[in-house]
């Protein structure tokens, strides 16, 4: 029955990763994300951690994937990178061969060399009949309150840097280098002398 | 919990063969936010192989980690779009080759 599980949620997620990589269109790149990020969480509940799929699901698909979209339309849907062509020679295949090798140590650490070594939890076992979501948040309450309040302060400073990155500045440099009908609108509409 | 007969192998190895992927899409992908979707492929494997670990050493703590990467690739995600937002509004069409100098 696992087994069943675990294959389809693999096929999905592999069909969405070849998606990201090969799609033309950043569009067709974030739905396939949506794909692998569902396998994902398929996988998550096979495996008992099941507030941390519904997690997946709302944070990932919902809401970072959804601002990859906004981002990608308001930059314009347009922009497809024209993957056939190699800007640095020979870059693909030295990037296939890396891949490879990463993969192949990978597996072949996991897979063919592979036994799971490693202490058994004393103190954050699993108790069967406790829901996972009980002691996920008794854990983090606990023994991880220090790594969660810092967590707070990493969202705030994320916070702060994406407003002052987005403010639209009206002394905003603009390149020289470019000439002037390649500038976008608002650069233009920004372009005071600037110093 | 009634699905336990597949061992952490092939969790393992699945999340190996997306990391992978997500490591090849990175360099050979040039338009910056697919770079991001790439990268977060890689996090998805690597979340995947804590919370196999998680289950086979019978150890939430793995699940708590996987909890933190989330939180930290939400965090990472609103600045880097915040940073593709304000290069693409200075250049259209940038590529990662165009904003290789890190000036303008």
């Not at chain 1, 008992?48 to 990859?68: M, N, R, S, T």
């Not at chain 2, 980690?65 to 693409?88: C, D, P, Q, T």
Request: proline content about 3%.
């Amino acid at each position: 029955m696992e087994a069943v599980v675990f294959y389809v949620g693999a096929v999905i997620c592999l069909l969405g990763a070849a998606g990201v990589i090969l799609s033309e269109s950043p569009v067709h790149s974030a739905l396939s994300l949506v794909g692998t990020l569902f396998g994902v969480a398929v996988l998550f509940v096979a495996q008992d951690a099941e507030f941390l799929a519904a997690v997946q699901v709302i944070v990932y698909a919902g809401a970072i994937v959804v601002l990859f979209l906004f981002v990608i339309m308001l930059l314009g849907v347009d922009s497809t990178d024209d993957i056939t062509v190699e800007p640095l020679k020979g870059q693909r295949v030295l990037a296939a061969i890396s891949g490879l090798t990463v993969a192949g140590v990978l597996l072949f650490v996991v897979a063919i060399k592979g036994k799971v070594t490693g202490q058994h939890a004393t103190a954050a076992r699993d108790t069967p009949g406790v829901p996972n979501v009980e002691e996920l948040g008794r854990l983090l309450f606990t023994r991880y309150l220090w790594a969660f309040e810092i967590t707070s302060v990493l969202l705030i400073i994320a916070v702060v840097g994406a407003v002052s990155l987005a403010r639209h500045r009206k002394d905003a440099l603009v390149d020289h280098d470019l000439p002037h009908d390649d500038l976008p609108d608002l650069a233009v509409a920004a372009e005071e002398p600037a110093s | 919990m009634i699905l336990a007969e597949l061992g952490p192998t092939p969790y393992l190895a699945l999340g190996a063969i997306l990391f992978a992927a997500g490591a090849v899409g990175l360099l050979i992908r040039r338009n910056p936010l697919v770079m991001f979707m790439c990268v977060e492929l890689m996090l998805n494997a690597v979340n995947l192989t804590f919370v196999t670990l998680a289950r086979e050493l019978d150890d939430v703590g793995g699940q708590v980690a996987v909890f933190f990467v989330l939180v930290v690739a939400a965090a990472e995600v609103v600045v880097g779009l915040g940073i593709i937002v304000a290069i693409f509004r200075r250049r259209q069409g940038a590529t990662a080759d165009d904003i290789s100098l890190l000036k303008g």
